[in-house]
């Protein structure tokens, strides 16, 4: 049931909001540059790597020595906007309907993390990730990283449609209240260091 309830709502939404998606892409090429789409490859089930889709929220900006600045200079006011209102979550709808995620689930991060996880966070990838999740529905971006883990791992361990329902409703008045868009004091979300390690420093990996 959930798979084709993913498959049923993500065609349905791609075609619905087509003009959408395709007025963003202009905005985004206009705004930002090119490329439109921020592709990144991630763990998904089992931790087999996809690549995930989302339009760019930040630019290229890069400093004398070549590197790219931080987020909170390369990310515009467009970016946030965007980010904001989950619009450049959009284009993950693709992947949900490719099979590689499912609307709710735990979030895909980035591949670095994986030798970091203890064994009970790895428990997140026994399930496809999702565009949302219990995680992002208590807090997104201003829990920190074990409160976080711990929300995808009860997930994993409760899930059923029901609460995948719930967590589809609470994900939308979350998107109309903008809330817990990054954490405290930072752009997007601190970079994870390793269980036990703090919030530690950088950049999420997004663009």
Excluded: C
């Excluded at 931790?47 to 070549?66: I, Q």
């Excluded at 979550?89 to 609307?103: I, Y």
């Excluded at 064994?119 to 971006?141: C, I, S």
């Excluded at 995948?164 to 997007?188: C, F, H, M, N, Y």
């Amino acid at each position: 049931m959930k798979r084709l309830f993913d498959i049923a709502i993500s065609a349905s939404v791609l075609i619905a909001f087509s003009p959408v998606l395709a007025s963003l892409a202009v905005l985004v090429r206009w705004r930002l540059g090119s490329p439109v789409f921020f592709a990144q490859l991630r763990p998904g089930k089992d931790a087999r790597p996809f690549r995930m889709l989302k339009f760019r929220t930040m630019l290229d900006a890069r400093g004398a020595d070549g590197e790219l600045l931080p987020d909170a200079e390369r990310l515009t006011p467009f970016g946030r906007f965007l980010r904001s209102t989950s619009l450049d979550e959009l284009p993950e709808l693709w992947n949900v309907l490719k099979g590689e995620m499912s609307l709710v689930g735990p979030r895909p991060l980035l591949m670095e993390y994986l030798p970091l996880y203890s064994p009970e966070q790895a428990r997140r990838h026994d399930v496809r990730p999702g565009l949302t999740g219990w995680a992002q529905v208590n807090g997104r971006n201003a829990l920190s990283w074990e409160q976080k883990f711990a929300y995808d791992v009860w997930y994993v361990d409760n899930r059923n449609f029901w609460l995948d329902l719930k967590i589809l409703a609470l994900t939308v008045r979350g998107v109309l209240q903008r809330s817990g868009i990054s954490a405290d004091g930072e752009a997007t979300m601190p970079r994870f260091a390793g269980s036990g390690s703090g919030s530690g420093n950088g950049p999420d990996g997004r663009r």
